[in-house]
T-cell receptor
């Protein structure tokens, strides 16, 4: 069965620090990959997605993610975080050859200190 | 577009009562998903529909949970009887699936508290 692992459950950074959130998935076939963000008290919204093509994907608010197929990874990065980036971040994967179900990781809570 | 609409936004009920959560997906979307979010288990997919047909309900916890999608613009998730461990935020999401999963748009969620 597919699964998604997010290594860090809780990350605390100061403003302007660089961010990298790890995400690994366990499926050997072709996948679609997503990062969703959930700001405090709000619903999930899409940050970025990878379907095919350039493995370096740029999303909203200065976020990017790199798909490394050999490592089954899709880490999220941002060079300089802001206080407003405080949120929970979810990595998710979909099996291209199966159906539309997306498997979410357990999330990483990011807290940015002003 | 109004986005995915869920009602009620908050529900407090007593153990044993029936709870019905409602969802109106984005017009034109053909897939609908019900999720449950708790601190302990994170975000869990309960069931999803494609073209109003349930495709995968393997995440539904037990027979107390049921979901329907009578038409393309409405879905319900029912819990009968409810238990305190059902307390969670329930999200509905919809997407347009065309040869692959589209971006899922989430509703604001229903915060359910069962006492």
């Amino acid at each position: 069965a597919q699964s998604v692992s997010q290594h860090n459950h809780h990350v605390i950074l100061s403003e302007a620090a660089s961010l990298e959130l790890g995400c690994n998935y366990s499926y050997g076939g072709t996948v679609n990959l997503f990062w969703y963000v959930q700001y405090p008290g709000q619903h999930l919204q899409l940050l970025l997605k990878y379907f095919s093509g350039d493995p370096l994907v740029k999303g909203i608010k200065g976020f990017e993610a790199e798909f490394i197929k050999s490592k089954f990874s899709f880490n999220l990065r941002k060079p300089s975080v802001q206080w407003s980036d405080t949120a929970e971040y979810f990595c998710a994967v979909n099996d291209v050859n199966r159906d539309d179900k997306i498997i979410f990781g357990k999330g990483t809570r990011l807290h940015i200190l002003p | 577009d109004a986005g995915v609409i869920q009602s009620p936004r908050h529900e407090v009920t007593e153990m044993g009562q029936e709870v019905t959560l409602r969802c109106k997906p984005i017009s034109g979307h053909n897939s609908l998903f019900w999720y449950r979010q708790t601190m302990m288990r994170g975000l869990e997919l309960l069931i999803y529909f494609n073209n109003n047909v349930p495709i995968d309900d393997s995440g539904m916890p037990e027979d107390r949970f049921s979901a329907k999608m009578p038409n393309a613009s409405f879905s319900t998730l029912k819990i009968q009887p409810s238990e305190p461990r059902d307390s969670a935020v329930y999200f509905c999401a919809s997407s347009l699936s065309a040869g692959g999963p589209g971006e899922q748009y989430f509703g604001p969620g229903t915060r359910l508290t069962v006492t």
